[in-house]
């Protein structure tokens, strides 16, 4: 089973400012890894996959890069909207399709 | 507009039975992997399990094996999770999610949620 571990936990960045958000996989994932954005009381919404093709209405100021194990989501200058809980997913090798804990990122 | 909907979360006690549906539209729902995702409160995502296209692949995470059974009538564009011997950490919000195309397994659409509690 891959485990997929996310860092920090929690990140506080100014809006404006940009950030970057970690994903490490415990096996090389290839380049089968997904982000996704979820706000309080929604569901979540696909970012990225293929670890940097943008899904269909993502704006551009999102980015993802990497391959292998070490996978990186940036959002180049953070908007007020983008304040949310973001997380990895892995579907290289499964059962189980495992996410990270995520990553809190938070007004600062 | 692809759509999925999900109904048939309740409060439920420990032990019993719950089935949810999801329904879905915008899309050809019989050319898509499709999948339940779950989210206890204040938790994390969980991936539960998958279904094929044709419904001939099942996978579930190990915590539901032997209790939760994925399954699809693509005439009638509907997913389905028929949980049985339910706990207290089964205790979530349960999300229809579509995979990508071809057969690739991230998920590009998901449904609002339905809410399973489990408690006495």
């Known amino acids: 089973e891959i485990v997929m571990t996310q860092s920090p936990a929690t990140l506080s960045v100014s809006p404006g400012e940009r950030a970057t958000l970690s994903c490490r996989a415990s096996q090389s994932l290839s380049s089968n890894l997904a982000w996704y954005q979820q706000k309080p009381g929604q569901a979540p919404r696909l970012l990225i996959y293929g670890a940097s093709t943008r899904a269909t209405g993502i704006p551009a100021r999102f980015s993802g890069s990497g391959s292998g194990t070490e996978f990186t989501l940036t959002i180049s200058s953070l908007e007020s909207e983008d304040f949310a809980v973001y997380y990895c997913q892995q579907y290289t090798n499964w059962p189980p399709i495992n996410f990270g804990q995520g990553t809190r990122l938070e007004i600062k | 507009e692809v759509q999925l909907v999900e109904s048939g979360g309740d409060l439920v006690q420990p032990g019993g039975s719950l089935r949810l549906s999801c329904a879905a539209s915008?899309?050809?729902?019989?050319?898509?992997?499709m999948t339940w995702v779950r989210q206890s409160p204040g938790k994390g995502l969980e991936w539960v399990a998958n279904?094929?296209?044709?419904?001939?692949?099942?996978y579930y995470v190990d915590s539901v094996k032997g209790r939760f059974t994925i399954s699809r009538d693509n005439a009638k564009n509907s997913l389905f999770l028929q949980m049985n011997s339910l706990r207290g950490e089964d205790t979530a919000v349960y999300y229809c999610a579509r995979d990508g195309e071809w057969s690739r397994h991230y998920f590009d659409f998901w449904g609002q949620g339905t809410l399973v509690t489990v408690s006495s």
């Open positions: 915008g899309f050809t729902f019989s050319n898509y992997w």
């Open positions: 279904i094929k296209q044709d419904g001939s692949e099942k």
